[in-house]
Nanobody
Framework: QVQLVESGGGLVQAGGSLRLSCAAS????????VAWYRQAPGSQRELVAL???????SYADSVKGRFTISRDNAKNTVYLQMNSLKPEDTAVYYC??????WGQGTQVTVSS
């Protein structure tokens, strides 16, 4: 059984920073890709950032240069450092572990 628990969301002013964490149970974390997705009200869920088991990263164009994804396999945890936040970053952020595991989501609200 794999469980993902996100934390670190909250309310922040535009230009501020937040760091999201996602802790995974189970033994598959270190060998699989992990990602952050987000879903704003009325919008489809979209990929924000992904990191492979080997550490290769990729980002949505909208967050490049502002967000950084990283992982600590010893802690079974993936992070999303979000800087220079904008109101349009407001969404529920979900952690995903390949191939099919999702966290419950954490709300990020950026005020203007």
């Amino acid at each position: 059984q794999v469980q993902l628990v996100e934390s670190g969301g909250g309310l922040v002013q535009a230009g501020g920073s937040l760091r999201l964490s996602c802790a995974a149970s189970g033994r598959i974390f270190s060998i699989n890709a992990v990602a952050w997705y987000r879903q704003a009200p009325g919008s489809q869920r979209e990929l924000v950032a992904l990191i492979t088991s080997g550490g290769t990263t990729s980002y949505a164009d909208s967050v490049k240069g502002r967000f950084t994804i990283s992982r600590d396999n010893a802690k079974n945890t993936v992070y999303l450092q979000m800087n220079s936040l904008k109101p349009e970053d407001t969404a529920v952020y979900y952690c995903w572990l390949s191939p099919r595991y999702w966290g419950q989501g954490t709300q990020v609200t950026v005020s203007s």
